[in-house]
Every structure is written in structure tokens, then in C-alpha cells.
């Protein structure tokens, strides 16, 4: 870890069991709070950090002890800046279905990406799609959803 003036950049290599993800939520998020990100920016970096970890270890890891979720965090006085790599086979966030449209309304999972978008100021994806990178400026305005092409 590397704390200075204000900054903090941290790496993790974690097991992908949910002790370990919840634990690095709870750091993160405690983190940002010590930096001062406000109430707002807090539930929004908590809801897409907790989605993204939650993702990637599900998801990517399929739920695996024996696979690690990469997680690299930088902290400035500007920005909350967060990437998290597994090690699964990655997805097409473009190929998964809008969670508004049709039957999907009522299934219990595929909101995620969704509310990432939302809450984040930035989203990236890798190529392969196993890693994402999500930023969310301390001036941010409120979040906008995109209207639904149902």
C-alpha cells in the first residue's frame, strides 16, 4: 500500500470465497469514507464495488477458493478509481439482456452491470471481458440511467 498526501493506491490478490470479497468491500469503502467521499458517492461506489467483486467471484471465478480476484485501488482527492480482474473466461457486456425489458423485469439476477453503469462515472471493460475499471469523480452529478429500448 502507498498512502501519501492524500493519496492511497492498494493492491490485492484475493481468494474467491465471499469472507475475503466482503472483507475488501468493507476496506474499500472505509477507505473512500476516510478521504472524504461523501454519503451519495459512497452508496454509489459501494452498490458497483460490491456488484463487481460479487461478479468476479461468482461469475468469473465460479465461486473457486483455488482462483484470485485481482483488485487495484487508487484514492485521490479527486477520484475513487478501482479495477477488478478475475480469472474466469469473461462475458460481452453488450450481449447481456437490459434487466427492464420483457420477462427479464422479474428475474432475480441481471441488474448488476446495470447499476454499475449508474452509480459509476466511468466503466471500462478489458477485451476479454474478466476485468472491469470503474471511477467515480468526487464531483460527480447524480447518476443517469439510460432510457430503455424495450
Known amino acids: ?8 493506491h492498494k493492491s490485492w490478490q484475493l481468494p474467491s470465497t465471499a469472507k475475503a470479497i466482503q472483507k475488501a468491500c468493507r476496506d474499500l469503502l472505509g477507505y473512500a469514507e476516510t478521504h ?15 456488484e463487481a467483486l460479487v461478479n468476479a467471484f461468482k461469475h468469473g471465478n ?15 482527492p479527486e477520484k475513487f478509481d478501482v ?16 434487466p427492464r425489458c420483457n420477462g427479464n423485469l422479474y428475474k ?20 476479454l471481458g474478466n476485468s472491469i475499471h470503474m471511477i467515480k469523480y ?9 432510457d430503455c429500448d424495450c
Open 83 to 98: 479495477s477488478i480482474t478475475d480469472q474466469g473466461d469473461g462475458f460481452v457486456p453488450n450481449d447481456l439482456p437490459d
Open 1 to 8: 500500500m502507498t498512502k501519501q498526501d492524500n493519496i492511497l
Open 36 to 50: 472524504g467521499f461523501g454519503e451519495d458517492a459512497i452508496f454509489g461506489i459501494h452498490l458497483a464495488l460490491e
Open 62 to 76: 465460479k465461486s473457486n477458493p483455488e482462483k484470485i480476484v485481482f483488485v487495484e485501488c487508487l484514492i485521490t
Open 138 to 146: 468526487r464531483q460527480s452529478q447524480a447518476p443517469a440511467v439510460e
Open 108 to 127: 432475480c439476477s441481471g441488474r448488476g452491470v446495470l447499476l454499475i453503469n449508474a452509480y459509476m462515472d466511468v466503466v471500462e471493460y478489458n477485451e
